[in-house]
């Protein structure tokens, strides 16, 4: 247990559909990451926060995804009239800046399963 | 384009054997690299980081090179376990941007 939590760990729904999935992150951590993983992939990076500023955004990430941090805590990444590609999972990592490198600590997942 | 790839989707050792993991990666700007391991229904957990200006970096039975010639990145495994056994991403990142760049993944198998 890497201390970063996500829930929920699978979301399954139809095609069109909205879902949201909600990440919270080691506490003291300033940084936080939202990654999209495939089958026998490796994770791709979506977007990330330092504290509740938005900095960088994929272009993976269509207008149909939106993410937030409102607190600068917990995030939430949102998906609207999804698409059956949208099936994956999706992770969420937290960093300190000011440590020593540039560790990423990873959550569990959210495995979006779309009908 | 920016990549990081792997030779071998996957790799079966003899338990306690060694293991070696290989990683190639393109761009020559990458100053940071970190090697993940991912078991089944879980995140990516952090095992051996390394800065480009180092070229070996030990931890706990596990041992990263970098050759920034070639731009080759390997994990050594030193008498691999049955737990050892998932799938490891190598992974990049540069100084000035904050998100990892990841390649496709090897699997490990390790036999008992």
């Known amino acids: 247990d890497t201390g970063v939590s996500q829930n929920p760990r699978h979301k399954i729904t139809k095609r069109g559909q909205n879902v949201t999935f909600r990440c919270d992150p080691i506490s003291e951590h300033n940084r936080l990451y939202w990654y999209r993983q495939t089958l026998g992939q490796g994770p791709e990076f979506l977007t990330y926060?330092?504290?509740?500023?938005?900095?960088?955004k994929s272009r993976l990430l269509s207008d149909r995804f939106s993410a937030e941090r409102p607190k600068g805590s917990f995030s939430t990444l949102e998906i609207q009239r999804t698409e059956q590609g949208d099936s994956a999972m999706y992770l969420c990592?937290?960093?300190?800046?000011?440590?020593?490198?540039?560790?990423?600590?990873f959550g569990p997942g959210t495995r979006l399963t779309v009908l | 384009g920016e990549s990081v790839g792997l030779h071998l989707p996957t790799l079966s050792v003899q338990e306690g054997d060694n293991s070696i993991i290989n990683c190639a990666y393109s761009n020559s700007a990458s100053d940071y690299f970190i090697w993940y391991k991912q078991e089944s229904g879980k995140g990516p957990q952090f095992i051996i980081d390394i800065r480009s200006n180092m070229d070996k970096r030990q931890g706990q039975r596990v041992t990263v090179l970098l050759n920034k010639t070639v731009k080759h990145l390997s994990l050594q495994i030193a008498a691999t376990q049955p737990g050892d056994s998932a799938v490891y991403f190598c992974?990049?990142?540069?100084?000035?941007?904050?998100?990892?760049?990841f390649g496709s993944g090897t699997r490990l198998l390790v036999r008992p």
């Open positions: 992974a990049e990142n540069k100084s000035s941007s904050y998100k990892l760049i």
């Open positions: 990592a937290s960093w300190r800046s000011g440590g020593l490198g540039n560790e990423q600590f």
């Open positions: 926060f330092q504290n509740e500023a938005q900095l960088e």
